[in-house]
């Protein structure tokens, strides 16, 4: 079975902070995805790779930056923490034959 | 137009009953489709995929596709409570390796 993990479940954070989300997946896909979702918002892509070292910006990405160094790690970074950043935050990856999209457990974010 | 569109709900069934879940897409070079099962608080998990015109069955769980029409959608024969989620239609950009999603189905399954 693929497996995606996520570094938390639940996170805390101050406005102004850098906030750091790890997932890690075990199934060698080259894609990796990050969203988040918000009530009445559905899933909302904020940035992918299809590769390491290599990333797309999705549809919201201002405020945040990505990080693949390793195949199996993709990093989400908040570079200066705000309130409208309290979310759940999705990872997800895939293979590039055939789009199945798998989860990880997500992080619910609070920035207060 | 969205480039994927589904009712928003809620959607409630009583159990036994036939539950019925639609989705359209703006992409007429879309190939292949699926579903997605996410439970309150967690996070979504594929239950089904589907590439050819027609049905396709997996258990309970019928999918339709229709790709002159550009609608796919879900049937879930004898409803269960366990059912109650929220169904997300996703849709592979063609010239991308990434998925739209739909905005989801809120479904209630009512003992």
């Known amino acids: 079975d693929v497996k995606v993990t996520q570094s938390s479940r639940y996170l805390v954070k101050r406005t102004g902070e850098k906030v750091f989300l790890e997932c890690v997946q075990d199934?060698?896909?080259?894609?990796m995805f990050w969203y988040r979702q918000d009530p009445g918002l559905g899933l909302r892509l904020i940035y992918f790779?299809?590769?390491?070292?290599?990333?797309e910006k999705g549809d919201i990405p201002e405020g945040y930056s990505v990080s693949r160094e390793k195949k199996e790690r993709f990093s989400l970074i908040l570079e200066s923490a705000s309130t409208n950043q309290t979310s759940m935050y999705l990872c997800?990856?895939?293979?590039?034959?055939?789009?199945?999209?798998?989860f990880g457990p997500g992080t619910r974010l609070t920035v207060t | 137009q969205k480039e994927v569109e589904q009712n928003s709900g809620p959607l409630s069934v009583p159990e036994g009953a036939i539950a019925s879940l639609n989705c359209t897409y703006s992409?007429?070079?879309?190939?292949?489709f699926f579903w997605y099962r996410q439970y309150s608080g967690k996070s979504p998990e594929l239950i089904m995929f589907?590439?050819?015109?027609g049905d396709k069955e997996d258990g309970r769980f019928t999918a339709q596709l229709n790709k002159a029409s550009q609608y796919v959608s879900l049937l879930i024969r004898d409803s269960q409570p366990s059912d109650s989620a929220t169904y997300l239609c996703?849709?592979?950009?063609?010239?991308?390796?990434?998925?739209?999603f739909g905005p989801g189905t809120s479904l209630s399954v009512i003992p």
């Open positions: 199934m060698d896909h080259e894609n």
């Open positions: 589907i590439y050819s015109n």
């Open positions: 790779s299809y590769d390491v070292k290599m990333k």
């Open positions: 997800a990856s895939s293979s590039p034959d055939t789009y199945e999209q798998y």
């Open positions: 996703a849709v592979p950009k063609t010239s991308y390796d990434k998925v739209i």
């Open positions: 992409d007429r070079g879309s190939q292949s």
